[in-house]
């Protein structure tokens, strides 16, 4: 069975920064093949995607993000780890929300993390 383990959420003041990470047990030696996302929650609003990427292989890896975040985030994976992580930068009180680790796999299944709290305030 498919297990992602989200770690690094926190309360942080606007303008910081914090790195999540979500590890990935169960998928065998395919890691690199599925597609992981980050995807958020915020009280009363619906859950959206943050950000994505697909491994390029000898490529680089392909990425797409929110445009409220570009430029502020970045996705990263380490298909050695089975891990993928999210940089986060310059923080924003509405960048607040539970954050959700998400993998897809070539045949549609798809896996989602417990969840990690961002709670960006001064």
């Known amino acids: 069975q498919v297990q992602l383990v989200e770690s690094g959420g926190g309360l942080v003041q606007p303008g910081g920064s914090l790195r999540l990470s979500c590890a990935a047990s169960?998928?065998?030696?395919?890691?690199?093949?599925?597609?992981m996302g980050w995807y958020r929650q915020a009280p009363g609003k619906q859950r959206e995607l943050v950000a994505d990427i697909v491994s390029g292989g000898s490529l680089a890896d392909s990425t797409t993000y929110l445009d409220s975040v570009k430029g502020r985030f970045t996705i990263s994976r380490d298909n050695r780890k089975n891990t993928v992580y999210l940089q986060m930068s310059t923080l924003k009180p509405e960048d607040t929300a539970v954050y959700y680790c998400?993998?897809?796999?070539?045949?549609?299944?798809?896996?989602w993390g417990q969840g990690t709290q961002v709670t960006v305030s001064s």
């Open positions: 998400n993998g897809r796999t070539p045949v549609g299944a798809m896996y």
């Open positions: 169960g998928t065998r030696s395919d890691f690199n093949m599925y597609i």
